[in-house]
């Protein structure tokens, strides 16, 4: 089993839509979250962290459920330049992140 | 502020050819990190250094070797490049347990 697992998508949608991606990781003392954002053949960037009460971002919104050791994003009214890889990340108490494949996103007018 | 920065951008080898891609950070950052990624496998970290002075191996570490040369520099050692190092190579630093800031990339490819 992967350490972090995604749907790779792709998740096609019209502009302005609402759409949610989910990912799940496997080491439950894992201590840090956040969701990358990697545009293709570019360098990943963070988007957002993730906390315990959940956070949000303008149309971003991450949530994270340790009992069920998922973590979700929510992308409210797409734009196209929305479209985009992207990445689950999780890390653990030596500092190291372990990254999901991630989710491909393409949105469409 | 550069942040992240590699050198090269691009590189083509000859199987059995060695090279070393280097990275620099002007955040102050304790850890730094290189990782490879392959269409489909997502990011794999190759060797980490989680402050000046120490090197640790990550999940892909074979045909590698990193120096930590001092805070702001980590560079990555191909000895003898073969076809499977065909990749895009990317550098990261991070405080501890924190987010990571990625440079732009190197992209290589392997004959």
């Known amino acids: 089993r992967k350490e972090v697992e995604q749907d790779p998508g792709p998740f096609n949608v019209p502009e302005g839509a609402t759409v949610a991606f989910n990912c799940t990781y496997s080491n439950s003392a894992s201590q840090s979250f956040f969701w990358y954002r990697q545009d293709c053949r570019k360098e990943p960037k963070l988007l957002m962290s993730v906390y315990s009460s959940g956070n949000e971002d303008g149309r971003f919104t991450a949530q994270l459920n340790r009992a069920s050791q998922y973590i979700s994003l929510l992308i409210r009214d797409s734009k196209l330049s929305d479209s985009a890889t992207y990445l689950c990340v999780v890390g653990g108490y030596t500092g190291k992140l372990i990254f999901g494949q991630g989710t491909t996103l393409q949105v469409k007018p | 502020n550069a942040g992240v920065t590699q050198t090269p951008k691009f590189q083509v080898l000859k199987t059995g050819q060695s090279m070393t891609l280097q990275c620099a950070q002007d955040m102050n950052h304790n850890s730094m990190y290189w990782y490879r990624q392959d269409p489909g496998m997502g990011l794999r970290l190759i060797y980490y250094?989680?402050?000046?002075?120490?090197?640790d191996k990550g999940e892909v570490p074979n045909g590698y070797n990193v120096s930590r040369l001092n805070k702001r520099e980590f560079s990555l050692r191909l000895e003898s490049a073969a076809p499977s190092q065909t990749s895009v190579y990317f550098c990261?630093?991070?405080?501890?347990?924190?987010?990571?800031?990625f440079g732009p990339g190197t992209r290589l490819t392997v004959t």
């Open positions: 250094s989680a402050s000046e002075g120490t090197t």
């Open positions: 990261a630093s991070s405080e501890p347990r924190d987010e990571q800031y």
